[in-house]
């Protein structure tokens, strides 16, 4: 598979930008004019320092108002193209992008286009280089990929051919299936990429809207899919003008793209088995079931006030690490590790020293979970893995994107048994059950909103997950972008990311004083609410405590019963309802930056997670975290 992706597409200075293509995988750049022009050095030296990184240039793009020009300018953009094939002779490559004309003056005709080109064959074939026709979708006579290749095909020159690009077919909502009758061999390249759906002037969205496939909303698959069907099997490149990417990390960009493309032709080749796609084979998307177990690092002191809120919650603390100083608390099918070995050489203490207390690992409950871990390395997920002392089971793991870690679990006889091997059992005088918290219903982490894009497309392309829509949460600090990741069957997995683009908002604060990306929460299921908030008072469990005022609003809205809304106001229980179903919620106070616990019931098929509720939520927290506030947790000393 060869892949390539525009130098548009990257932050940084020329090189920079280079080298993060290269570390990512790729083996091909578009030199895009202007990254060319505007960097320091010859022709040569760009070539050179292309080869260097192993890389070849697919393409130099682009070329602008050429075809059906009244003269003078027509012969004037004869004289240009033979100045860029000569540079393209000295940049090494042989390929050049010529996208329609948007000129005011340009005159139309599909047989004056056909001439032009015909012309500009006769001289790109005595430069040794070929040309490629692109409608744009906001061209001026020519803006459908089929009217382009119309162009090329009365052209018949072995010169000249048609350059495909997703975005311009696919934003113009062209049937990506009239690709399918063009010969393969006649298409010169083929540019990828995604877009977010926003009703927009075309230009304005694509030079800074598009995104990786996958991360937006475009059918890029389909589009993929009619192109593998005409043979094509040239390079994919990524042609991402997208304004955060441009100020994003190259490496990360550059690592996000040729993971989509994997992901992209993964899923064409599945769908489409019978073409030959020279993607690597890899396992399915990997069926999550659910958290397993969610593990904290902290020292000895922060560990004291995270173990009693987790004993207001109702956990208890059933076993010891054989070797580490790691405990762990148990409740139902929820277990939560508790490792204070902050001294040691392990990925542990070293997320403590930067984050401070923070939950930086948890365990995927999975099918198989070498085979989760081999299609997550099929996609650039780094394998983890840390020194074992003896008893120790040897757990499959992938870095998360940050700095966190995914354990992959399943029922295999090691995997299954590694609790009762690794933990000695600590005896639980009165092993409670009151609290009725039975798994975990969903994780949210907080994130940079420029982050968002790539751990989207890190779950969606490893597990069987699909994205729920994007929401905003309004904080009075600034805007909070939430989207929820599900696995496609429930109960499974679902993760919640808040994207946060300042620090004035909640998260955001806990985005900066964490130090990056984390889980803020973590939200147990209970399947009776008023149960499990009747136990937890009086264990001493301190809810988030909630207004007045959203109680009486809440009535309203839903024409609540004035009994049951004071039942959800002796309790704190904020309420929500879908079309399916009821969604009740509690809220821990915060523990240290910021992070919490939540309780949640979902009655018949509630989907979502309460969004309604988060700026009542988030009031709260603020409230109780002004300097003057009533203590964060507060476990046992105030009550009420
Ligand atoms: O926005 C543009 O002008 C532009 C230029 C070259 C391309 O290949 C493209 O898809 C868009
Ligand atoms: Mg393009």
């Known amino acids: 598979m060869k892949t390539s992706i525009a130098t ?18 790729f083996t091909g750049v578009e030199i895009f004019e202007n990254d060319f022009l505007t960097y320091d050095a010859s022709p040569r030296q760009v070539a050179a320092l292309v080869r260097d990184h192993g890389l070849e240039v697919t393409l130099f793009q682009p070329f602008r108002d050429f075809e059906g020009m009244p003269e003078p300018m027509r012969a004037r953009g004869f004289e240009r193209a033979k100045r860029k094939f000569d540079i393209m002779g000295e940049l090494g490559t042989d390929l050049m992008l010529i996208c329609s004309n948007v000129s005011p003056f340009a005159l139309g005709g599909i047989d004056r286009a056909a001439s032009d080109f015909q012309q500009l064959g006769e001289l790109a074939a005595a430069h040794a280089v070929r040309v490629g ?32 690009d997703s975005f311009h077919t696919l934003a113009r909502k062209i049937d990506p299936n009239t690709i399918r009758s063009i010969p393969g061999d006649k298409i010169f390249i083929v540019q990828l990429a995604d877009a977010p759906l926003i009703d927009m002037d ?18 890029v698959v389909d589009f993929m899919r009619a192109v593998a069907a005409t ?32 992901y992209l032709m993964d899923c064409v080749a599945r769908l489409e088995p019978d073409l030959s796609t020279d993607v690597p084979a890899m396992p399915n998307r990997v069926r999550a079931a659910g958290v397993e177990f969610l593990e904290f690092t902290t020292d000895e002191e922060q560990k004291l006030e995270l173990e009693a809120l987790l004993s207001t919650l109702g956990f208890a603390k059933t076993g010891k690490h054989i070797n580490r100083s790691v405990d762990l608390f148990t409740q139902a099918d929820i277990r939560i590790v508790v490792n204070t070995d902050t001294k040691g050489d392990t990925f542990a203490s070293s997320s403590y020293a930067v984050h401070g207390t923070n939950a930086y690992a948890y365990g995927m409950k999975v099918d198989d979970a070498r085979v989760a871990g081999d299609r997550a390395r099929s996609l650039g997920a780094a394998t ?18 940050g700095n966190s870690v995914i354990y992959f679990l399943d029922d295999s006889d090691d995997l299954k048994t590694i609790w009762d091997r690794e933990f000695v059992r600590v005896p639980v005088a009165d092993p409670a059950d009151d609290a009725r918290l039975t798994r975990v219903d969903h994780i949210a982490q907080t994130t940079h909103y420029d982050e968002m894009l790539t751990w989207l497309l890190f779950y969606t392309s490893i597990f069987e997950t699909r994205r729920a829509p994007m929401i905003d949460v309004i904080d009075p600090g600034g805007l909070v972008r939430s989207q929820a990741i599900e696995s496609l ?25 964490g130090f990056g990306t984390s889980i803020q929460h973590i939200a147990f299921a209970t399947q009776d609410i008023f149960a499990t908030a009747a136990a937890l008072q009086a264990r001493g469990f301190q809810p988030l405590p909630i207004s007045r005022n959203y109680y009486d609003d809440l009535e309203a809205r839903f024409g609540l019963s004035p009994e049951f809304s004071d039942r959800l106001r002796a309790h704190s229980i904020l309420y ?29 098929g509630y989907a979502g997670y309460g969004a309604m509720n988060a700026p009542f939520r988030i009031a709260a927290q603020r409230r109780l975290s002004r300097p003057d506030g009533v203590p964060k947790v507060g476990v046992g000393k105030m009550r009420g």
Do not use: C
């Open 489 to 513: 069957t429930q109960p499974g997995f679902r993760l919640t990311m808040n994207g946060v683009d300042n620090r004035k908002t909640f998260a955001g604060k806990f985005l900066a004083e």
């Open 202 to 219: 075309l230009l304005y969205w694509s030079r800074h809207f598009r995104n990786m496939p996958g991360e937006g909303d475009l059918p």
């Open 231 to 262: 043979g094509y099997d040239g390079p994919l490149s990524l042609e991402i003008f997208n304004d955060q990417f441009r100020g994003g990390s190259p490496r990360a960009i550059a690592e996000d793209g040729h993971r989509s493309l994997i």
């Open 576 to 604: 929500d309802r879908d079309e399916a179903g009821e969604y009740f919620q509690i809220y821990s106070r915060t523990l240290g930056q910021g992070f919490f616990f939540e309780i949640v019931e979902r009655r018949v």
């Open 384 to 401: 983890f893995s840390e020194p074992r002392f003896g008893g120790e089971v040897a757990v499959p793991a992938i870095q998360g994107v």
């Open 8 to 25: 548009v597409s990257i932050s940084g200075e020329f090189p920079e930008k280079l080298a993060a293509i290269a570390k990512a995988g």
């Open 133 to 164: 026709f692109e409608a744009l979708a906001w061209g001026r006579h020519v803006n459908d990929h089929r009217d382009a290749w119309e162009i090329v095909r009365r052209v018949d020159h072995v010169n000249v051919g048609l350059i495909l």
